[in-house]
């Protein structure tokens, strides 16, 4: 049995949609016994929505960077979360920037916290928080920070890395990802892995700085798209998610 994890937002989900040809490539591979994977720094409920428009049924979810795992039925396999104290201090230094506010994934659901002047970046969800409100948050698998500035968000995440060490911050496009230490897309494959006794072959794909670790452990693919760092490091680029499955 194979497996193949595919990366979201730009990769198999691009211009607002997902490709009539990349959803029949899909079904292919799982006809034949394999196993498909998502892997994203979104939450649950911002997934969802596409699988049910797309009739999508991955059989299992690498959630928030690998921070959260759901089988293909959305059973919680795997979590880890930032630790308490740690989060509140990132949100903190989030909030002393000014500007977009913060957004945060908790083991089920999410809010945002409103900067000074009630602004935030961040898409609806289920609720809002002024910063005076953060103690009550707890399970955080995620902090997310947005602005259309590539290079503002590569340099908080480093920023991130280098002040706080019980976290990782991810550079994704406009957003920074935040996740505990350690947590990440290729950690999470290898779990699934084990979880389900090991493959044949593992396949993975994806864009972005977040996928990097992803695609040099398992020398993963990306598209044409794909990010410098990402083409530098992967073992070959393809035009598609589908053309990558159809490669024996």
């Given at each position: 049995?194979?497996?193949?994890?595919?990366?979201?937002?730009?990769?198999?989900?691009?211009?607002?949609?997902?490709?009539?040809?990349?959803?029949?490539?899909?079904?292919?591979?799982?006809?034949?016994?394999n196993r498909f994977v998502i892997a994203t720094g979104r939450n649950e409920s911002s997934v969802?929505?596409?699988?049910?428009?797309?009739?999508?049924?991955?059989?299992?979810?690498?959630?928030?960077?690998?921070?959260?795992?759901?089988?293909?039925?959305?059973?919680?396999?795997?979590?880890?979360?930032?630790?308490?104290?740690?989060?509140?201090?990132?949100?903190?230094?989030?909030?002393?920037?000014?500007?977009?506010?913060?957004?945060?994934?908790?083991?089920?659901?999410?809010?945002?916290?409103?900067?000074?002047?009630?602004?935030?970046?961040?898409?609806?969800?289920?609720?809002?928080?002024?910063?005076?409100?953060?103690?009550?948050?707890?399970?955080?698998?995620?902090?997310?920070?947005?602005?259309?500035?590539?290079?503002?968000?590569?340099?908080?995440?480093?920023?991130?890395?280098?002040?706080?060490?019980?976290?990782?911050?991810?550079?994704?496009?406009?957003?920074?990802?935040?996740?505990?230490?350690?947590?990440?897309?290729?950690?999470?494959?290898?779990?699934?892995?084990?979880?389900?006794?090991?493959?044949?072959?593992?396949?993975?794909?994806?864009?972005?700085?977040?996928?990097?670790?992803?695609?040099?452990?398992?020398?993963?693919?990306?598209?044409?798209?794909?990010?410098?760092?990402?083409?530098?490091?992967?073992?070959?680029?393809?035009?598609?998610?589908?053309?990558?499955?159809?490669?024996?």
């Open positions: 049995m194979k497996c193949a994890v595919s990366d979201f937002d730009r990769t198999l989900y691009i211009g607002g949609s997902i490709s009539p040809r990349n959803l029949n490539a899909i079904d292919t591979w799982q006809a034949a016994g969802r929505v596409f699988l049910e428009k797309y009739s999508l049924r991955p059989d299992a979810l690498i959630l928030n960077n690998g921070a959260l795992i759901l089988d293909g039925k959305g059973k919680e396999l795997f979590c880890r979360t930032i630790d308490d104290q740690t989060a509140r201090e990132v949100l903190q230094y989030l909030h002393g920037l000014g500007g977009e506010g913060s957004g945060v994934s908790m083991r089920s659901g999410k809010v945002n916290v409103l900067s000074d002047s009630g602004a935030t970046t961040q898409k609806p969800c289920d609720g809002q928080l002024s910063i005076d409100q953060i103690h009550c948050l707890k399970e955080i698998v995620q902090i997310h920070r947005r602005r259309q500035d590539v290079q503002w968000i590569r340099t908080l995440c480093a920023r991130l890395n280098a002040r706080f060490l019980l976290i990782s911050a991810y550079a994704n496009v406009w957003n920074g990802d935040i996740v505990a230490k350690g947590v990440n897309k290729s950690a999470a494959v290898a779990w699934i892995s084990r979880y389900w006794g090991g493959f044949d072959e593992i396949k993975v794909i994806g864009d972005s700085s977040n996928d990097l670790e992803m695609i040099k452990d398992y020398g993963g693919a990306t598209l044409r798209s794909g990010d410098g760092e990402i083409q530098a490091a992967a073992a070959m680029i393809v035009e598609d998610v589908a053309e990558y499955l159809s490669m024996q």
